[in-house]
DNA sequence: TACGTGGCGCTTTTT
DNA sequence: GCGCCACGTA
């Protein structure tokens, strides 16, 4: 069965690299190395990104076709750098290579396949917000005793199965570990997955965890699918492999199967995801899954001075699982060492933080130059209020994203609901927002829509998932030629743009006449005129058109009646418009508003802002670099989190972050904590942190701090 | 359905 | 010390 390739150097086209001279022994060993499963564990700072490009530039230089290659990240902002970077080092168009989240990979795959996945053409993408919406569905049929005094919500639903799905744990044991008060609703827990599952199917609609889940069961139900996909990733390459899940470790596996160029970077030691599901027993157990992998250490670090990186080093040194390296230093010694800063209470920390942070900036360190960073946001507060007293600007990387806000929810359900006439939640949504029509009422509505859509469409909606295979679909030919290196998939199985309303009476005839509230009918005429006009003749209209006819005709009066800031919502709303012009059909689009984060249009924003400090939450620094960090908040209890006090692993957890911190800082860093702190709940005294104990006192500067207050 | 009041509980976050 | 949610009423 197993059919022979040899690949074939394509001409050089283009100036040759100059591995050796560009990269370090380190990271030219792994750039290099030799097909097969091969480890790569980059230590803070020690340039894994520029690894993982140089190592596809040089997939490409040795005359694998960008078609060949896979590489996976979990942000997009990660894929889109690394492109990028790519695109710079090679001469050669990339447009072949397939580069971004695991979503995003499941997402292109499943667009492919969709029937042979178990659901239709145009299926919708449920983000966090809509899976817990229909799981609420889900819920209020299972009539849980309301004379509980507390029972699990959707919410609870959602998070637990899907950490369930992403982990592979029992039902059992993520309920014992999450939720123990809820022990006792296992089975209504197991009887509420059916049911979910059974909604998305009908809604034709997958959440997050399903555009991976489902394509790993696509590939395990149709082998000679999974095989073409295998055939085509000659190479795959997988960042920040220490935070994947069991799932995501599957995916990869199944994908990489057939020839076993897997090559994952990642840093065990920055392993920060535990709680939702990342599991860094892969990267630690890598080698012994595969066996004969390459370990490669890259361990030399251009960041930080060396006095941080003792630090550093000092801070994950307790930490039994990992793997045992030290990060060596590059940058020449100074004469400070990190400062240690007990303060009487949170308010002298944040005024220390304050007047730090404006010594620093007229001595000449720009304030995009400085972050603080602390456990959890609302360590924050304190801070923020300082800053403002003082004037000085700052940045807060938290708080709702773009597309995640109530009014591009709104709007998107319109386009959502025409592009998927079954998708429930997007109906719920959209009408929902007419006056008069609460939870209740959607519900009768949907009950009737759905109803006259399954009458009007001849076939069901739902083609049931086929039995066997297709036989159209043959994949077991001649591997892509050099000669046609274009994507062969998307030549012969294009993803379909589906259009729910071909050869279907007008939407407005579908939605007229339902009964609804006296005081909706009229607010309901004009939404199924709306509609209409979304797919005027049943021919979807691009999506900027749509957004102007929902805003036009609904949406605008919505929002003054709504909401006291109109106008940043209606400016919101431009924004989409226009970032959905490079669309010519809604399906794409929705796409890329489920998968994605944030607008960049906020770069172009900021760029007559005047320059802030950063305040950030450890987390969401991870990757990011500053010349002076602050550290904030280290004491028992908030860093490390009260949580994990007693458990080590989550000991083990937060130790990693708090060495993510300390590995943020290139020339300064401020460890500070409050001996007592009067806002807020609980205890007002405060212990050092035991991380600080750990760190040898000679490391550190210990500031003492005095003075009026 | 829409709006007002009392109680509870309080990390981290990408897709 | 505050915000969110669940429950009660018009």
Not at 182 to 209: G, I, M, P, V
Not at 269 to 289: M, V
Not at 546 to 567: K, Q, R
Request: aromatic residues 10%; proline residues 7%; contains cysteine.
């Amino acid at each position: 069965m197993a059919r022979q390739y040899t690949l074939q150097r394509a001409a050089p086209t283009g100036p040759k690299i100059d591995y050796a001279a560009e990269l370090n022994a380190e990271q030219l060993a792994a750039v290099t190395a030799p097909p097969g499963p091969a480890l790569i564990i980059a230590g803070a700072g020690s340039g894994k990104t520029r690894t993982l490009t140089y190592r596809v530039a040089y997939l490409i230089e040795n005359g694998i076709l960008p078609h060949h290659i896979l590489l996976l990240t979990f942000t997009n902002k990660a894929a889109r750098e690394m492109l990028d970077r790519v695109a710079a080092l090679v001469p050669q168009p990339l447009d072949g290579l397939w580069g971004g989240t695991f979503h995003s990979i499941g997402n292109r795959i499943l667009r492919r396949h969709p029937v042979e996945a178990g659901f239709a053409a145009g299926f919708s993408i449920l983000d966090r917000e809509d899976a817990v919406d229909l799981m609420d569905e889900v819920v209020v049929k299972l009539e849980l005793d309301p004379h509980e005094k507390r029972t699990p919500k959707g919410e609870v639903f959602a998070d637990v199965l899907s950490y369930q799905l992403n982990t592979g744990f029992s039902l059992s044991d993520v309920l014992a570990e999450k939720y123990p008060h809820f022990l006792q609703y296992r089975d209504q827990f197991a009887l509420a997955r059916s049911r979910y599952e059974k909604k998305k199917q009908e809604a034709n609609a997958l959440d997050f965890d399903d555009l991976l889940e489902k394509t790993v069961a696509l590939f395990r139900k149709h082998p000679h699918i999974a095989e073409h996909y295998q055939r085509q990733f000659q190479f795959v390459l997988v960042d920040e492999y220490q935070d994947t899940n069991h799932l995501q470790n599957d995916f990869i596996e199944l994908l990489s199967a057939r020839h076993h160029n897997v090559m994952v970077v990642g840093d065990d030691a920055q392993s920060i995801y535990s709680w939702r599901g990342a599991d860094f027993h892969n990267i630690l157990e890598f080698p012994k899954r595969h066996a004969g992998a390459q370990v490669h250490k890259i361990e030399t670090n251009y960041r930080s001075t060396p006095e941080i990186l003792a630090v550093a080093n000092a801070a994950i040194a307790p930490n039994k699982k990992q793997f045992k390296k030290a990060l060596r230093a590059t940058r020449a010694a100074t004469d400070s060492r990190p400062a240690l800063i007990p303060l009487p209470d949170s308010g002298q920390q944040a005024a220390l933080v304050a007047q730090r942070i404006l010594e620093l900036h007229e001595e000449g360190m720009p304030l995009e130059e400085m972050a603080v960073l602390y456990r959890a946001h609302f360590h924050s507060m304190e801070l923020q209020m300082e800053l403002t007293r003082r004037g000085v600007p700052f940045e807060i990387t938290s708080g709702l994203r773009f597309f995640e806000q109530a009014h591009i929810k709104d709007v998107s359900a319109f386009l959502k609901w025409t592009v998927n006439p079954r998708d429930e939640v997007a109906f719920k949504r959209m009408a929902r927002l007419l006056p008069g029509i609460g939870a209740k009422s959607a519900d009768t509505l949907w009950a009737q829509v759905g109803e006259r859509f399954r009458s009007k469409t001849q076939e069901p909606a739902a083609p049931a998932p086929t039995e066997g295979e297709d036989p159209d679909w043959s994949v077991d030919d001649e591997p892509p030629s050099a000669l046609a290196p274009a994507d062969r998939a998307t030549r012969e199985r294009p993803e379909t743009i589906a259009n729910p309303w071909l050869g279907m009476p007008p939407i407005k005839d579908l939605l007229a006449g339902l009964k609804v509230p006296t005081k909706t009918v009229k607010a309901w005429e004009q939404l199924a005129y709306t509609l209409d006009e979304l797919a005027p003749g049943g021919k979807l209209a691009p999506p900027a058109q749509m957004i102007g006819s929902v805003l036009e005709a609904v949406y605008d009066d919505y929002m003054l009646a709504n909401f006291p800031n109109y106008e940043a919502r209606r400016e919101d709303l431009g924004t989409l418009a226009n970032f959905a012009k490079q669309y010519d059909s809604p399906q794409p689009f929705l796409d890329q508003l489920a998968l994605m984060t944030s607008l960049d249009s906020d770069a172009a924003q900021r760029k007559d802002d005047p320059e802030r400090v950063t305040l950030s939450s450890v987390h969401q620094a991870k990757g990011l670099e500053w010349r002076a960090v602050f550290v904030i908040w280290l004491a028992e209890g908030k860093f490390p989190t009260a949580r994990s006090l007693d458990n080590d692993a989550a000991i083990e957890e937060e130790r990693r972050l708090f060495y993510v911190a300390v590995t943020r800082a290139k020339d300064e860093l401020y460890l500070s904590y409050p001996c007592v702190s009067y806002s807020g709940y609980g205890d007002p005294l405060q212990r050092p942190s035991r991380f600080l104990a750990e760190i040898p006192r000679e490391l550190l500067e210990e500031w003492q701090v005095g003075g009026v207050f």
